[in-house]
């Protein structure tokens, strides 16, 4: 079995930067993509970023390419989303999620395990 244990969000003004941070404990050898989704209230969930934990190979959602880095450290078990220039729509909850399967599946049917999820919240 996998735990996500994440840490970071919170509230933050428009322009403003925050850092997300996901920890995988247990049986973590099994995981091929690391990464977030996240849901706004009255909205389909979205995949935001993954990356492949063999090779670092990046997944971005296109409304966050240019602002939002994914990056682990392999050592720790751990992921970290960067989100710089954030914008009101990025408001949502975004949950950590870990796939052992391809991105196209992770993305299609959401992780085989989660975190608890952390709220982002930008104004205006």
């Known amino acids: 079995q996998v735990q996500l244990v994440e840490s970071g969000g919170g509230s933050v003004q428009a322009g403003g930067s925050l850092r997300l941070s996901c920890g995988g404990y247990?049986?973590?050898?099994?995981?091929?993509?690391m990464g977030w989704f996240r849901q706004a209230p009255g909205k389909e969930r979205e995949g935001v970023a993954f990356?492949?934990?063999?090779?670092?190979?990046?997944y971005y959602a296109d409304s966050v390419k240019g602002r939002f880095t994914i990056s682990q450290d392999s050592a720790k078990n751990t992921v970290y989303l960067e989100m710089n220039s954030l914008k009101p729509e990025d408001t949502a909850m975004y949950y950590c999620?870990?796939?052992?399967?391809?991105?196209?599946?992770?993305?299609?049917?959401?992780?085989?395990?989660w975190g608890q999820g952390t709220q982002v919240t930008v104004s205006s």
């Open positions: 999620a870990a796939g052992r399967t391809s991105i196209e599946r992770l993305l299609n049917d959401g992780g085989d395990y």
């Open positions: 990356i492949y934990t063999g090779d670092g190979n990046t």
């Open positions: 247990g049986y973590t050898y099994s995981i091929t993509w």
